[in-house]
């Protein structure tokens, strides 16, 4: 981009990377925040997300003057989101002035009025300024005499003492009268996620308590108080607390796909750290273990329906990545795309920073790292390895001990949803093992889903995925139950969908496998066999410490005829057949 004339307040395009121009207006930087050294840059907050970085004044134009030609390259609908929220900026600012020319105006007409009514005549108004400028030069007479005086105090002090004194503005900061100008978040883009800076938000004012502002754009717990966060000390302060009364966190992240690819990578090996300015992320995320906040290694084995969606995201958001599956055909598409082809598990280890895992069930995450050319075998000290496959705690706990025996770090990352949501980075990630892993990942998870919480120690995160699967898959098979019944009683089963949709139970899920059964569609989201897996290992769980789980058990049977029937490779919402047949 062309070199421009730009100044406070501009409305601008800013181009960060390879990631598309984004509209921004430029800003003052928070006071902490230092201006990155070499070529003129400024600092730009992005509309429609909580984004914000320093921008190079090349990759910089303004916004009116390049609307039609950036609209015309960019056609994403988050991108659109973003452009209706400067207008909407532009429509609340034109207000604004309407409204102040005409208070303005008649102020000044009220102004008018009243000098007319209070103008001496030509006497008194010679009598007062005549006294006016006696009391200025009496004045200015004792002014002197009071300079002199504070001459001679100071002259009588060393110079240390008087440069102690002394408190000048510090080089760099703005002065008092620039304003933090901060842009009015768009009720068109309530929920849009984040952009080239999604580490980062951008901290509220007084007049803009953290209550009011979207939850997707701040972390879980500082989203629970009402005060804006004012320093890093009390924020630290409120996550420990909050984290000793819950026993977990949560990192609320943005939509990965939402600006077409704009969380910024992370890459441990590459500098250029003053880009991702680090006091603010620990505002967030706490204190990352590495001073540069990257991973620009990333290797993913295992590209089924949750792992394709995650991998494309990760490429999306710049990152590098080198993938690996069992049939080499599925990488082909991610070649395309930009990734790297990894020969075996071992080698894609033992050239990437951190590696993560998707496969389908304990027998092919164990196969995966013990098996012949496996993860194992790529473990060194220092190497990083996340296991986001549904398996049970014995199974992740396992794989735990022999990566960290070899000296390797090792994170559980199950995954909440479908491959819809897999491919809408709007995944929820359940993570335990080690915390420090787990905030080094922060910019990965960011990518592949909405909200990540760490649970604790190994093996928590997998229980915990179960039993959400348990919940899941059992009212999936009630809803088959209430749809077959509906049917042969003679009731329309759309009719029954309708009132459910207006009910307590109205949800995204409901509605979706619903109108699956109802059309016939079985294409699977959620493979079948796979919740059946879980809802067995769910109920193997529950065994182990003698708790019934009579519900699971009973929807395990169906999903089981399900099977019985050819329904595997189908979607879950496919368990209707097992009524039916």
């Known amino acids: 981009m062309a070199t421009v004339s730009l100044r406070l307040g501009d409305l601008v395009w800013g181009k960060l990377g390879r990631y598309p121009p984004w509209p921004g207006k430029i800003v003052n930087p928070p006071k902490d925040l230092k201006k990155p050294r070499g070529k003129k840059c400024f600092f730009v907050k992005f509309f429609g997300t909580e984004d914000h970085a320093w921008i190079k004044v090349e990759q910089l134009k303004p916004y009116h003057a390049h609307k039609e030609e950036m609209i015309k390259i960019n056609k994403g609908k988050r991108f659109q989101q973003a452009v209706d929220a400067v207008e909407e900026f532009l429509r609340r600012a034109k207000g604004k002035d309407q409204t102040s020319s005409h208070n303005s105006a008649d102020d000044k007409n009220r102004r008018n009025s009243s000098e007319e009514r209070s103008r001496p005549n030509s006497g008194d108004e010679k009598r007062k300024l005549s006294l006016s ?23 009588s002090k060393s110079p240390l003492k008087r440069a102690q004194e002394q408190s000048p503005r ?3 900061r703005p002065p008092k009268d620039e304003k933090d100008l901060t842009i009015p978040e768009s009720s068109t883009v309530k929920g849009v996620m984040a952009g080239p800076m999604a580490a980062f938000k951008w901290q509220p004012t007084v007049s803009e308590p953290v209550k009011d502002a979207d939850p997707h754009f701040h972390h879980f717990l500082l989203s629970q108080t009402e005060k804006p966060a004012v320093c890093y000390q009390a924020i630290t302060k409120k996550l420990k607390i909050c984290e000793e009364e819950t026993g977990s966190t949560s990192i609320q992240a943005a939509d990965s796909t939402a600006v077409n690819g704009s969380i910024t990578p992370t890459d441990k090996n590459r500098s250029g750290a003053d880009t991702f300015p680090e006091e603010l992320l620990r505002l967030l995320v706490r204190r990352p273990r590495f001073e540069n906040h990257w991973f620009s290694r990333i290797g993913f084995l295992g590209l089924g329906l949750m792992g394709s969606g995650i991998v494309s995201n990760l490429l999306k958001m710049g990152h590098t990545v080198t993938v690996w599956n069992r049939t080499a055909e599925k990488c082909d598409l991610f070649i395309q795309e930009g990734a790297r082809l990894g020969r075996t598990p071992a080698e894609v280890v033992s050239t990437c920073d951190i590696t993560f895992a998707c496969v389908s069930d304990p027998k092919a995450a164990k196969d995966l790292v013990l098996g012949p050319s496996g993860v194992l075998q790529g473990i060194r000290p220092g190497k990083c390895y996340v296991d986001m496959s549904t398996v049970d705690a014995d199974t ?11 000296g390797g770090r090792f994170l559980e990352a199950p995954v909440s949803g ?3 949501l897999s491919n809408d980075g709007m995944l929820v990630i359940l993570a335990a093992g080690d915390r420090g892993l787990y905030e080094d990942c922060s910019s990965c998870f960011q990518a592949m889903g909405k909200t990540s919480f760490f649970l ?18 059992s009212f999936m098979a009630t809803i088959a139950e209430g749809l077959t019944l509906a049917q042969v009683t003679g009731q329309s089963q759309q009719t029954l969908l309708d009132i459910l949709n207006q009910g307590q139970l109205a949800s995204i899920f409901l509605d979706q496998k619903c109108q699956n059964i109802l059309q016939g569609n079985f294409k699977p989201d959620f493979y079948l066999k796979y919740i059946q897996k879980d809802l067995r290992l769910a109920i193997a769980l529950g065994d182990a410490v003698n708790h019934p789980t009579p519900m699971a058990a009973a929807a395990n ?12 490779d189908n979607d879950m919402s496919a368990v209707y057949r097992a009524y039916i047949h």
């Not at 400028?133 to 002259?155: A, C, W």
């Not at 992740?396 to 070899?406: D, K």
């Not at 604790?456 to 898959?473: D, F, R, T």
């Not at 049977?557 to 595997?568: G, H, I, N, T, W």
């Open 170 to 172: 510090k080089r760099g």
């Open 396 to 406: 992740v706990t396992e794989l735990a001990q022999v990566i960290v025996s070899r």
């Open 133 to 155: 400028e006696g009391k200025v030069k009496k004045n200015m007479g004792e002014g002197k005499k009071r300079v002199s005086s504070g001459s001679s105090e100071r002259g």
């Open 456 to 473: 604790g120690e190994v093996g928590n995160a997998a229980k915990m995925m179960l039993i959400v699967n348990m919940v899941q898959g």
């Open 557 to 568: 049977e169906v999903y089981k005829r399900a099977k019985a029937l050819d329904q595997s």
């Open 418 to 420: 479908n491959q819809q």
